[in-house]
């Protein structure tokens, strides 16, 4: 789609028409929430370790692999009310 937009200088609305594609689907935003693993990762280890902070989990989190900055960890652990 993107690649037929470039080449022919014409507007997403125009294009999906063309191509008899839905626009709705090429305008499509998720709306599933992208932290969901990071949500259940960080509830398992404030269980386990309920005297840590939000900091403290922020490392153990970022050991694991989650790339995630720490003020994202204090917004999704003041979410789930931990």
Do not use: I, N
């Not at 200088?9 to 008899?20: D, E, V, Y």
């Amino acid at each position: 789609m993107d690649e037929v937009r470039a080449e022919y200088q014409t507007s997403a609305r125009r294009t999906c028409r063309l191509l008899q594609f839905p626009s709705s689907t090429y305008f499509y935003k998720s709306r599933r929430d992208p932290f969901t693993e990071v949500r259940m990762r960080l509830r398992e280890l404030a269980s386990s370790r309920p005297r840590y902070g939000y900091r403290r989990l922020w490392v153990l989190l970022a050991r694991e692999g989650f790339k995630v900055g720490h003020k994202l960890v204090y917004r999704l652990y003041k979410e789930e009310g931990l």
